[in-house]
Structures are given as C-alpha cells and as structure tokens.
C-alpha cells in the first residue's frame, strides 16, 4: 500500500472536522411539495468528523477531536455524550458567536435521501491560527482524519502539519458541493472514501453507480495520488483500489432504517483495521459491516458497535 505508513495503533487517531445535531425525517409516504408530510423524525448528534470520531472511539482505538460547537445547551450535551464513548475532547472549540450546527434530512420510505440541508457556521471558527496552536496533538497523532466541512485556509495548515509529522492522511469529501476543497492534496491523501457522485467531481467525469464504473473512478483517484481509494455505491457495495489491486465488496442485505452515519462508520472501520495491520481487503469488509450496521439503526452511530460484532456478519 504505502511504504511510509508505519501504524501505530497505540496512538491517537486525530479527527478534524464538524460535530452538530442531525434532524432526519423518515417520510411514511410518498413526498407532497407545498404540504406536511406524515413522518418518523429523529434527532441524534452527527457531523461527519464526530461520527467517524465517536466510531473510532467505540471499536477500541485512542482518538482526539478538533471540532467547533455553540457555546449552547446542545453543544455541552454533544460534548458530554461524545466524551462518554471514549472521544478525547480537549481542543474542541465551544462559540459564543455561533450556534451549534444542524444538519436536516428528508428520507424516503426506501431509506433513501431525498433533500438535506446544513447550518455549519460554528465550524467558521476552525481557524488556520487555532490548529497551529494545537501542533502538539499532531505530533503525537498515529494519522489524520479530515472532512470537507474545513475552511480552505485550515485544510491546507491541516495538511502543512500533518506532512510535518509524517501524518498518513485520510478524508471524507462530504458532499459533491464541497468535495473540490480536497482536490488539490489528492497526491498527499492515504484514504478517500467518496460517493460515487463525489468521485465523479473529483475526477471531473460523469460514472454511474455500478461496480464496474466505481472501480475506474477509484482508479482515477489513484492516479491522481491517492494511496487508498474507496468509492461507496449505497445498495451495490463498495470498489476500492491501490496501485497495486483493485476489487469490489457487496453491501450486506439489510432493511435501511436510516442512511445517516452509514459512510462515516465505513470510514471509521477501514481507518482502524488499517491501523491494525489487517488487510486492505478485509479492512473494507469491516467496513461494509459497519455500514450495514447503521443503516439498521435509528441514528448516526451505533452505540453498541465493536470489532466482534463486525466480524459475526463479515461479507466472506
């Protein structure tokens, strides 16, 4: 894979991101515009850097959080159920000037989403000058975790740091509005775990979600510099490649109570195998695993989530 990526599981995973509250609406029926529309609605904490923290935490592995939240009810209450399943929190951020982010989401009755919006203000606060004020826990970090929820200033000082340390890297583009951040440290990237609709944005070509089409996108991406490509196709698995492979795993059959959290988890699960010293391969069957999982569960993380229960259900 990459002969410069030494785990050392021993050491905290370091995740840079956003942390907020997830409100999804699971529609009963068929989406009516200009009216209410009976539904299930939840909320739960999310963020994408959180959730693949909080998973991190839960399989067993040491993880610190850079994120901002509201100096708000919500941000104390998402700080104190993050730090009870094991997430380091000391340099998270609480504002005064923002409120703590929000994520909403529409979900049809096949589990699918439909629309979604997000308020990440408070992440504004994420400055280039406050990670370089937190230069310590990179250096004492085993890798680094980013999404694109990151201004473009303190992505690069992310990256400036993380190559300083000899940080193997690895990022989630979060959305096809903001996968482009990531586009110019392609080349410095361990792991992406994009959708294919990010991949298609991030290798400026249209694929559609079959395997076949993934597996090109995946090695597109390796082309342009990325050591691990990981391209998710919802109901048809995931591709990946290297340099070296590539290969395609199918999703486990599952009824999706809610989509939310299910590609961070993947992220999450393939971060700590690889830490591990497990295989590529089956780094990504942990991962399919802990997708399926909380697509089954009514909220973003799987609070019961651990390694064994990974491997009773692993894709063989």
């Not at 009216?35 to 993880?63: C, D, H, K, M």
């Not at 280039?128 to 004492?140: C, H, I, S």
């Not at 990325?226 to 590539?246: H, M, N, Q, R």
Request: negative net charge; charged residues 20%.
């Amino acid at each position: 894979m990459n002969d410069n990526f030494s785990p050392a599981p021993e050491r905290p995973v370091l995740v840079i991101g956003a942390a907020g509250v997830d409100i999804v609406g699971l529609l009963k029926g068929d989406l009516k515009p200009g009216t209410s529309n009976p539904a299930q609605i939840r909320s739960s904490f999310g963020g994408v850097a959180r959730n693949v923290a909080e998973n991190i935490a839960r399989l067993g592995q040491p993880v610190e959080l850079i994120t901002a939240v509201g100096d708000d009810p919500t941000g104390e209450q998402l700080l104190q159920q993050i730090s009870t399943a094991g997430v380091g929190i000391s340099a998270v951020i609480q504002s005064a000037e923002h409120r703590t982010s929000s994520y909403l989401a529409v979900v049809n009755t096949n589990g699918e989403l439909q629309f979604a919006l997000d308020d990440m203000r408070a992440i504004s606060t994420l400055s280039a000058e406050y990670l370089r004020g937190k230069e310590a826990l990179f250096e004492q970090a085993s890798l680094l975790f980013l999404d694109a929820n990151l201004s473009k200033d303190t992505l690069r000082t992310a990256f400036t740091l993380a190559r300083r340390y000899r940080l193997p890297v690895c990022a989630d583009p979060t959305s096809i509005t903001l996968a482009t951040r990531l586009q110019p440290y392609l080349s410095r990237l361990h792991l992406i775990t994009p959708n294919i609709a990010e991949a298609s944005i991030l290798c400026g070509q249209t694929y559609s979600a079959r395997p076949r089409m993934a597996i090109e996108a995946a090695k597109c991406l390796v082309s342009q510099g990325v050591k691990i490509a990981i391209v998710t196709l919802a109901e048809f698995g995931v591709c990946y490649a290297t340099s070296e492979t590539s290969g395609h795993i199918s999703a486990i059959r599952s009824e999706i109570v809610d989509p939310t959290g299910a590609g961070d988890a993947l992220t999450a699960a393939v971060i700590f195998a690889l830490l591990n010293n497990i295989s590529l391969d089956d780094a990504v069957r942990l991962g399919v695993s802990a997708a399926s999982f909380t697509l089954r569960h009514r909220g973003a993380v799987v609070p019961h989530l651990s390694l064994e229960k990974l491997y009773d259900q692993l894709v063989i």
